[in-house]
């Protein structure tokens, strides 16, 4: 676990379907996680931080531990309304929409392009933007990048898509750019975000 600003915890842990290593946050005075894994100090991690109240997924791919989370502390689990379909029967969820503001002062912004629900969270009180799958870097750092091509339905048209949202976001006050696959960019966070959508091919 690392506090990456005040309140403000990052970590990672392997994807138990994928193999991959993931990234989750946790606002700790909004006792609110995002993209949620169990860390590797385990769930009395959060039980001397505080319980988490919510837990909030950037796509409806990554609910993660959201259950366990759900089962150990009564969480709500926040989904956007397009992308519910995909948790029916996994437990029971809370939907939201682009343009809601949810528990911490979060606003949901859309991205769409490579995911019909794909979002952008913007979190002012951390001046920070979560982003699910759109945009990853590497465990240890590095310039920010799309998924593999194989990834992608239409690689050539969804790289522009995702271009054209970031693109839009980066009116947004935001420093901080908290990341689902890689590590976040913890400074700097709109400058990179910046070239990765004047930049990437």
């Not at 809601?100 to 979190?123: F, K, N, Q, R, S």
């Not at 908290?178 to 400058?191: E, F, I, M, N, R």
Request: glycine residues 10%.
């Amino acid at each position: 676990m690392e506090e990456i600003a005040s309140g403000l915890w990052h970590w990672t842990a392997r994807h138990e379907r994928t193999g991959g290593r993931v990234s989750s946050y946790y606002l700790e005075p909004e006792r609110v996680v995002i993209d949620g894994v169990i860390p590797r100090e385990g769930l009395e991690w959060f039980e001397e931080h505080g319980e988490p109240r919510d837990v909030l997924l950037t796509n409806r791919h990554h609910d993660r531990h959201a259950w366990r989370l759900r089962d150990a502390f009564g969480c709500a689990v926040h989904c956007i309304r397009n992308g519910v379909h995909e948790l029916e029967g996994r437990g029971p969820v809370q939907s939201f929409d682009f343009g809601d503001e949810l528990p911490g002062g979060i606003v949901v912004y859309e991205v769409d392009a490579i995911c019909p629900d794909e979002t952008a969270l913007h979190i002012p009180h951390y001046a920070a933007l979560a982003c699910a799958d759109g945009v990853i870097r590497g465990p240890d750092g590095g310039e920010l990048a799309f998924v593999p091509d194989r990834l992608m339905d239409e690689p050539d048209q969804t790289k522009q898509g995702l271009r054209d949202a970031y693109g839009s976001l980066l009116t947004l006050d935001f420093d901080t750019l908290l990341l689902a696959h890689g590590s976040p960019v913890v400074s700097d966070g709109k400058t990179a975000l910046r070239a990765f959508v004047s930049n990437s091919t």
